[in-house]
């Protein structure tokens, strides 16, 4: 049932926070969604789930995203993780091993962040949706399609 999945999201921004939303309307109660980010002023034009009261507040992005989720789903086991993800060890430390699916819709580190999502999804068979910089894709399931590097690799040739 989807009540028994988790879902990581990596990022906390426009598309990050409204995908936490969505996801809990669907029934998934397990979210962990990691970003270091504070909210900041030129956030709230296009992060509809944060407030000028978050910015007084000096509210972690994450921070905020779970009281409005469970202010919605009390129900949900959303989980914030202040911090941002800087190394492969970060991935491998944040991301649980039995996640169901990563959301990546964070745009740093520029290419080393995709690279390193990459391999957790292809060492502990996690599907995989890379979504930023206004697009949406490639998605990674472990053995059925190619990884990332892979579609690399094709679009070189």
Request: proline share 4%; with cysteine.
């Amino acid at each position: 049932a989807i009540q028994s999945k988790r879902v990581v999201i990596i990022g906390a921004g426009a598309l990050g926070s409204s995908l936490a939303l969505k996801i809990s309307a669907i029934g998934v109660r397990d979210i962990i969604c990691i970003d270091g980010d504070k909210i900041e002023l030129d956030n709230l034009t296009r992060q509809i789930l944060y407030t000028p009261g978050d910015i007084e507040k000096n509210l972690f992005k994450v921070s905020a995203l779970e009281s409005r989720i469970k202010d919605f789903f009390p129900s949900s086991q959303f989980q914030g993780i202040k911090s941002y993800i800087t190394s492969y060890d970060d991935c491998v430390n944040y991301i649980p091993h039995n996640s169901d699916l990563i959301i990546q819709t964070a745009d740093y580190p520029i290419g080393k962040l995709d690279d390193w999502i990459n391999k957790v999804s292809l060492k502990y068979n996690i599907p995989v949706i890379f979504s930023h910089f206004g697009s949406v894709g490639p998605f990674l399931i472990p053995s059925e399609t190619g990884c990332l590097r892979c579609l690399d690799q094709f679009l070189d040739t």
